[in-house]
């Protein structure tokens, strides 16, 4: 069973930037895609960022130019740089792991982003 533990949440003004990170464990095998999502008060959870085992990158548009998401298979981490930070990003983020068809899911971390 992989575990995931997010941190890099917190609160920015706008403009300002974060960086989220979250680290596998409880695997000798490198994880094989990554994704983060969010949830915002109200709104269905979304996929922002995901980065498959060959290293392609999507993005939701509303993040597109702004995030970035990365990893570092030598620690089974993957990362969400985020800058020029909006109030509409405002979410819980979660990041999202899958080895061999298998999913698990970090505790989520808060973004808040005000004026």
């Known amino acids: 069973q992989v575990q995931l533990v997010e941190s890099g949440g917190g609160s920015v003004q706008a403009g300002g930037s974060l960086r989220l990170s979250c680290a596998a464990s409880?695997?000798?095998?490198?994880?094989?895609?990554w994704g983060w999502y969010r949830e915002a008060p109200g709104k269905q959870r979304e996929l922002v960022a995901f980065?498959?085992?060959?290293?392609?990158?999507n993005y939701t548009d509303s993040v597109k130019g702004r995030f970035t998401i990365s990893r570092d298979n030598a620690k089974n981490t993957v990362y969400l740089q985020m800058n020029s930070l909006k109030p509409e990003d405002t979410a819980v983020y979660s990041c999202?792991?899958?080895?061999?068809?298998?999913?698990?899911w970090g505790q989520g971390t808060q973004v808040t982003v005000s004026w």
């Open positions: 999202r792991a899958t080895l061999f068809g298998q999913a698990s």
């Open positions: 409880g695997s000798a095998f490198t994880i094989n895609s």
């Open positions: 980065m498959s085992s060959g290293g392609i990158r």
